[in-house]
C-alpha cells in the first residue's frame, strides 16, 4: 500500500486528507493519506524515519517555508515563490531517498483565474502579502499580469488600502483577496477598498471558500463584477500534487 501524508500544525482545518482517502477509495487506489501533526519543523526527520513507505507529502501551514531545508531539491516555482506545499519522494542509486519540492498553490491559482481573464485584465491588486500572496504573484506575473501588493503598512513595491484611489481601480481590474478577512465565522468582514468604484469589468478573486460566497464577493456582485472563491484553486493544487507524486 502507497502512504501519502500531511504536515503541518495545527491540522483540524485541512481538507487533503478526507479529499485524498476518498480519492483513493472511488478510483480503488491501494494507498492511504495520513495528518501528521508536528509542532516543530525538526520533527519532520521523525515523520521520514517513522514512515519509510511515504511516497509523497503534502505541506501546510506553519511549514511551507521551514521545510525546505530539507529538502535536496527544490523546483524552481517554489524557489522563486518562497514556499513549497508539495514533496515528492524518489529511490535514487543505492535507494537513497530523494526529497523534492514544489509549489501546487501557483498552479492551482494559474488554472483557477485564467478561464476568467480577458483584455480588460492587464494589471492586478494582490491584498495581503502573507504566504499565499506569492504564489499569486509568481502565477499573475506567467499569465503576463503585472501585480502590485497592498498591505496594512506601507513597503518597497508595497501600497497601502488608503492608496486605492478611483484612478487605481480604473487601471487595476483584478483584485485577489489572499488575507483572512471574511472567513468563517467573521463572516461579516471584508478587505477596506472603495467598493463602490467597482464595475462589471472588474475580477475580484477570493481564496477563501468558507463561507462560499464572502463579503468581499457580495460587494463585488453588487456592482456586476466577475467574482470567484478558492475552492477550485485548492481541489486543482490537490490534482497537481497528485500528478508531481505520479509522474
Avoid at 36 to 54: Q, T
Avoid at 186 to 202: A, F, S, V
Amino acid at each position: 500500500m502507497q502512504k501519502y501524508g500531511l504536515i503541518g500544525y495545527p491540522l483540524g482545518h485541512s481538507f487533503s486528507k478526507d479529499y485524498f482517502n476518498q480519492k483513493f477509495e472511488s478510483e480503488k487506489i491501494d494507498a492511504e493519506y495520513v495528518n501528521f501533526s508536528i509542532p516543530e519543523i525538526k520533527e519532520f526527520k521523525n515523520v521520514l524515519k517513522e514512515n519509510p513507505d511515504l511516497c509523497g507529502l503534502n505541506v501546510t501551514l506553519p511549514y511551507k517555508t521551514q521545510v525546505m531545508q530539507y529538502l535536496d531539491e527544490i523546483d524552481e516555482d517554489a524557489k522563486q515563490i518562497g514556499a513549497v506545499n508539495v514533496i515528492k519522494f524518489t529511490k535514487g542509486l543505492f535507494g537513497k531517498l530523494k526529497l523534492k519540492g514544489y509549489n501546487t498553490d501557483v498552479i492551482g491559482f494559474k488554472r483557477s483565474i485564467e478561464p476568467l481573464l480577458d483584455k480588460n485584465h492587464t494589471k492586478a491588486l494582490i491584498l495581503g502579502t502573507g504566504g499565499a500572496s506569492k504564489a499569486v504573484f509568481h502565477g499573475l506575473k506567467q499569465l503576463g499580469i503585472e501585480a502590485t501588493f497592498v498591505s496594512r503598512h506601507p513597503a518597497d513595491g508595497v501600497i497601502t488600502y488608503a492608496d486605492i484611489t478611483p484612478a487605481i481601480l480604473k487601471e487595476y481590474k483584478i483584485i485577489v483577496n489572499t488575507t483572512p478577512l471574511g472567513m468563517f465565522p467573521n463572516i461579516n468582514e471584508c478587505p477596506d477598498i472603495p467598493y463602490d468604484q467597482l464595475t462589471p469589468t472588474h475580477l475580484l478573486y477570493d481564496l477563501l471558500y468558507n463561507p462560499d460566497e464572502t463579503l468581499f464577493m457580495k460587494k463585488g456582485k453588487q456592482k456586476g463584477a466577475t467574482v470567484k472563491n478558492g475552492l477550485e484553486m485548492l481541489l486543482l493544487q490537490a490534482f497537481a500534487g497528485w500528478e508531481i507524486w505520479n509522474k
